[in-house]
């Protein structure tokens, strides 16, 4: 067995488990068995086909992709983040529009029950801190990158005078609207003063 072959067969046994738990996504997924699909995310690529009970299987016949959902392999780091919706739109489709639809609900939509697949392995306690662990880390790290660009942000801002502040944009657009408002007027008193020569 190669390398891809083992690659491809992971992919599909863990979209598997997803769909064993999601009832909703192989009654999406059923009509349309017999039916082939490719994901490529260059130089990646996934085929597979559609089971009668809404399970992905293996396409090794070598079967043209009934749709092709085409993204940039730079997009894949959203889908472990969690952002289906964001990596979805990234995506090109070629083909069934209709196929093309029904995986991208089920994608957009499948989850992982990370707590329950712990929990056989470790114990309902384990997984339960595992998982909040996980979710904490998570949240420091937004919480760092955050701190990180708004500082990032402030001091170029600030000290090295780079970017321009909103309070600092808003308060040039108020001079901006006072000198207007003056020029407006100025013109008006020298129009009373100097009026144009009357035309013969």
Not at 14 to 27: F, G, M, P, Y
Not at 54 to 59: F, Q
């Amino acid at each position: 067995m190669s390398v891809l072959d083992f690659g491809t067969r992971g992919a599909l046994a863990a979209i598997n488990h997803l769909l064993a738990r999601a009832n909703w996504a192989r009654e999406r997924l059923a009509p349309h068995a017999g039916r082939c699909a490719r994901l490529s995310a260059d130089p990646v690529a996934l085929t597979f086909g559609i089971d009668t009970d809404g399970y992905l299987v293996d396409a090794a016949d070598g079967s043209a992709p009934d749709v092709t959902l085409s993204l940039p392999f730079s997009a894949l780091p959203g889908l472990a983040g969690g952002d289906a919706n964001k990596l979805m739109n990234a995506v090109r489709i070629e083909g069934s529009a209709e196929l093309a639809d029904a995986l991208g609900f089920v994608f957009r939509n499948l989850r992982w029950d990370a707590e329950e697949d712990l929990s056989r392995v470790f114990g309902d306690i384990v997984a339960h801190r595992m998982v909040d662990g996980a979710a904490s880390l998570r949240r420091v790290h937004a919480r760092a990158w955050a701190g990180l660009t708004g500082n990032l942000a402030e001091y170029l801002a600030e000290e090295q005078q780079a970017l321009v502040t909103r309070a600092a944009l808003a308060s040039f657009g108020d001079e901006l609207r006072v000198l207007r408002d003056d020029l407006a007027r100025l013109d008006k008193r020298l129009g009373r003063l100097y009026p144009p020569p009357a035309r013969a």
